[in-house]
């Protein structure tokens, strides 16, 4: 235990007023301890940048523990077979996974993300955000009518998902992450199952599609592959497809709106962009840094003899990585509650995670982020808020309803 800081998390995390900016919370927290226990939600949350990072990277650490352990030793409850469907999408995912089955399969999948292929992405990218803008009126909603529909389309693209029921995978995903969530209710959990089953469903018919007629993208890929001399499941492959449809649009959707939000209350910062001064690329690092899309990230303790921010920590507990709170260390980054989109730093961020589960879409998530916000930037000039957005009720994943703007 660490005693000389709090004994549990002096804020509710799901506290409408916490998470309309946590940040002030996050900060002082940050600096009363680097880990404080809470028994009410039986995890250690881990504050300050450089034990964040170093916990991403050790191996003693991980996302999943049955691969050594029973739920028993890990003071975990089993899961609830009423929601099988969404255990199951997830049982093969490479945020679930440890090794050997996620190097076997992110070897794979890492096969997609070649730096051709994501550089192949930044032409069509550019060309998309800029016809996405000119279809649009005067006042639209950004996330609704651009960001979504904009991400979903480069991610199915290069998956080679057909874009046909985009609004469906869209939903799907919303309801799956909610999964993801502290406080989640029984009534989400059977949305996010429901969800899960339908996603499972679409892509187990487009496996057999591409085992019919393979064509040049990374389903047919997966399909072919041969792993040791042995080819993936289908299960495998889809919890593979449904994880990176899901993660490859959640986090670019709400940054574009966490991050426009941030630009229109400090239009000075607007101004830099717009007026070239700062490079959209360099831009959103520091959109990411300041108000990150993924605030929390969990790890399990495998093995015993762990030591955290000078604290002992036993097998079988869990470690809550608080992104947030360490993407504004001030150990790392001066002045971190100020916007600076000039930051020379600010790619120090954690925003994508860290160890062997970095995000391995984070090169084609970078390209295609600096290329919404400077086609924002040219196209749209003038724009702003015309109401305050109203926040998803959430704190794990952090981003709007609705984001209205005009100009």
Request: charged fraction near 25%; charge should be negative; include cysteine.
């Amino acid at each position: 235990m660490n005693l000389a800081g709090p004994r549990e998390l002096p804020f509710d995390l799901a506290d409408e007023r916490f998470i309309a900016d946590p940040y002030p919370a996050l900060g002082a927290l940050r600096e009363a301890a680097p880990l404080v226990h809470d028994e009410r939600l039986g995890r250690w949350f881990l504050t300050r940048h450089a034990d964040v990072r170093a916990c991403l990277r050790d191996k003693r650490l991980g996302r999943n523990f049955r691969h050594v352990g029973s739920e028993t030793e890990f003071h975990a409850e089993p899961l609830d077979p009423r929601f099988a469907d969404f255990w199951a999408s997830e049982r093969w995912s490479l945020l679930w996974l440890e090794p050997p089955e996620h190097t076997r399969i992110r070897k794979l999948v890492a096969a997609a993300f070649t730096p051709r292929a994501v550089e192949g992405m930044r032409a069509p990218a550019a060309a998309l955000a800029r016809s996405l803008l000119e279809s649009l009126g005067e006042s639209f909603d950004l996330l609704y009518d651009y960001a979504q529909p904009y991400s979903i389309t480069l991610i199915c693209a290069l998956l080679g998902v057909p874009t046909d029921r985009h609004r469906d995978l869209l939903d799907w995903s919303h309801a799956i992450v909610k999964m993801y969530e502290f406080d989640t209710t029984d009534e989400q959990a059977v949305a996010a199952n429901d969800a899960a089953r339908a996603f499972r469903a679409y892509v187990t018919e487009l496996i057999e599609e591409r085992r019919a007629a393979p064509r040049d993208d990374m389903v047919s890929g997966l399909v072919q592959a041969r792993v040791d001399g042995e080819r993936l499941s289908d299960d495998e492959i889809v919890s593979t497809v449904v994880v990176l449809l899901n993660a490859g649009h959640e986090a670019t959707v709400n940054t574009v709106g966490n991050g426009f939000r941030a630009l229109a209350a400090h239009p000075g910062e607007w101004e830099r962009l717009v007026s070239g001064e700062v490079a959209a690329a360099q831009a959103i690092e520091e959109l990411i840094r300041w108000d990150p899309p993924l605030q929390l990230f969990e790890r399990w303790v495998l093995e015993d003899g762990v030591e955290i921010a000078g604290t002992p920590v036993p097998r079988g507990e869990k470690i809550a990585l608080l992104f947030g709170s360490a993407s504004r260390d001030p150990r790392v980054f001066a002045e971190p509650d100020r916007l600076d989109l000039a930051r020379a730093n600010a790619a120090e961020h954690i925003g994508f995670g860290g160890g062997i589960h970095v995000c391995i879409g984070a090169p084609l998530a970078r390209i295609e982020l600096a290329a919404s916000f400077e086609a924002l930037a040219e196209l749209r000039p003038a724009l702003h808020l015309v109401e305050r957005p109203e926040r998803v009720p959430a704190f794990v994943i952090r981003g709007f309803r609705s984001v209205r703007v005009a100009g």
